[in-house]
């Protein structure tokens, strides 16, 4: 079968390079002639000394693993102190006297740390249920708020804490922490140079492969009614009683979580709103099952997702709790003239321009008619030597070795909360991640395609 065009005459030519000559913005920051070599990125700025008056008095509540995280991160940033947490369980309010101190306040009762008038912002670490109304309390007492991801556990929650926000002018910010991340921000960069092209597709996963990253957190052995604040735990939850289960794996009930689609792919869809600065998809159809963890648990285990955006690409996610292999996540974005992965701390673009002519398919017609054929082929696409070596290779990009991106999500919620202007992750950008999370949950619930609406983020 005899193929013709342009890219295959150059190859015989000799001409066809291997080179690396992406964009400009893909050369700044790597070696242009040395595919894969690593730069480093400027680091985030150099701290600058905090004026005394200029501290941030901080409390925790829900104290768990996440919160105890974020509050342990928090305090790196200069000039943050936290005085209070707030916690159900009482081994949680114990160890944070442990990592903080024994004179910060720790009660069951976030009110007693929201009637504090000597803190100025709060970081919510609880379960989801509780996202909404700790936040929406803390920003009425007069607090900034740090939320964790996923912003909302059901669809009302959205546009009470946005109202809150604007209507109290407080500082919102949701924690997906890879809105700040130094590797997505040079993809949103290398994305917006034309790096792949035009943007057909963006594939991402979740994958893991152990109990523990399916949910299964160990459950203390003193979990108890006395030791577990159970009623508070619960909220608007069902009232049923006590479980050390629900309380310590809560995010296996929906009734507390939301599923693996609020777990997971909300940070897939932030990541996917920051790089891509699309608000959200319009329809969506969801698919998956409880396959393997079968302990009692009311939510699919494995959740692929389908979606359409209005800027003109496709997302496809998947997040499987049993894959058989090793744990990781990724994203893979599809374009015109390359692809763009995203996989632990690098960004990478593999550059195979289009075609500038169409090619022929004339190894099965005759000897003449072939010659025919491309005579004409070759008055209509004359081969015309580039002037420069096409634009074809593969680059990387990666962050430091020690970088943390949660620190830098923080750090920009504190410099908010100094300066009071926007934050990177506010309640509309965090209720459109969220919002189009969920909607795989409903339409897995519904066995139906489900719309939304990501500009007024409104079901359809
Ligand atoms: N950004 C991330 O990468 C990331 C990672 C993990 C978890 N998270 C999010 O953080 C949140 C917490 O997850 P986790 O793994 O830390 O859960 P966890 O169970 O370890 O901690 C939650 C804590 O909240 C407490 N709590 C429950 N209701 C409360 C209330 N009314 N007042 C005060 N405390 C209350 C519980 O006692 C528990 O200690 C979730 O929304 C989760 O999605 C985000």
Redesign the pocket.
């Known amino acids: 079968m005899v193929q013709v065009n342009r890219r295959s005459f150059l190859k015989v030519a000799g001409t066809a390079t291997t080179q690396t000559l992406l964009a400009s913005s893909l050369r700044a920051v790597v070696e242009p002639d040395q595919p894969g070599t690593l730069l480093r990125p400027q680091q985030t700025e150099p701290e600058k000394p905090v004026a005394a008056n200029d501290h941030i008095q901080i409390a925790l509540?829900?104290?768990?693993?996440?919160?105890?995280?974020?509050t342990k991160v928090a305090v790196t940033v200069p000039g943050v102190k936290l005085v209070a947490a707030?916690?159900?369980?009482d081994g949680?309010l114990e160890h944070s006297r442990e990592l903080w101190g024994p004179d910060i306040l720790t009660t069951?009762?976030?009110r007693e740390i929201l009637d504090r008038k000597d803190i100025d912002a709060v970081i919510?670490?609880?379960?989801?249920h509780?996202?909404k109304?700790?936040s929406i309390d803390a920003m009425k007492a007069g607090k900034d708020v740090y939320c964790?991801?996923?912003m909302i556990h059901v669809y009302s929650d959205g546009p009470a804490m946005i109202e809150t926000a604007r209507e109290t002018k407080r500082i919102l910010q949701i924690?997906?922490?890879r809105v700040s991340n130094i590797v997505y921000a040079k993809a949103k960069e290398l994305l917006a140079a034309g790096a792949i092209g035009q943007l057909n597709m963006v594939t991402a996963f979740w994958d893991r492969n152990s109990s523990i990253g399916a949910w299964n957190?160990t459950v203390p052995p003193d979990a108890s009614p006395e030791t577990?604040?159970w009623p508070?735990?619960l909220?608007t939850a069902p009232k049923i009683p006590f479980n050390g289960e629900h309380?310590?794996?809560?995010?296996k009930w929906k009734a507390y979580?939301?599923g693996v689609a609020?777990?997971l792919f909300?940070?897939l869809f932030s990541g996917t709103h920051f790089i891509t600065g699309a608000h959200g998809p319009t329809r969506a159809m969801a698919t998956g099952g409880l396959r393997f963890w079968k302990d009692g648990r009311d939510v699919p285990d494995v959740l692929l997702g389908l979606f359409d955006y209005p800027e003109g690409f496709n997302l496809s996610l998947r997040v499987n709790f049993v894959d058989g292999g090793s744990e990781g996540e990724g994203f893979l974005f599809a374009g015109s003239e390359g692809t763009m992965e995203i996989a632990g701390n690098s960004v990478s673009v593999n550059r195979v321009p289009r075609e500038t002519e169409p090619g022929l398919m004339i190894g099965s017609f005759t000897d003449a008619m072939q010659k025919q054929i491309t005579t004409a082929y070759r008055q209509k696409y004359p081969l015309v030597e580039p002037t420069e070596p096409a634009r074809v290779g593969f680059d990387k990009y990666v962050a430091p070795r020690d970088y943390s991106d949660?620190y830098d999500h923080l750090k920009n919620f504190f410099a908010s909360v100094r300066s009071r202007q926007p934050v990177v992750e506010d309640a509309v950008f965090g209720y459109r991640a969220a919002g189009a999370a969920l909607l795989s949950n409903l339409s897995y619930e519904r066995d139906a395609i489900v719309k939304w609406d990501p500009e007024q983020m409104k079901l359809g």
């Open positions: 509540i829900g104290a768990g693993g996440q919160g105890q995280y974020d707030a916690d159900c369980y949680r069951r009762d976030y919510i670490g609880t379960p989801d509780w996202h109304q700790a964790e991801k996923p924690g997906s922490q957190y577990c604040d508070r735990f909220g309380f310590f794996q809560w995010r979580g939301s609020g777990d909300v940070h949660s």
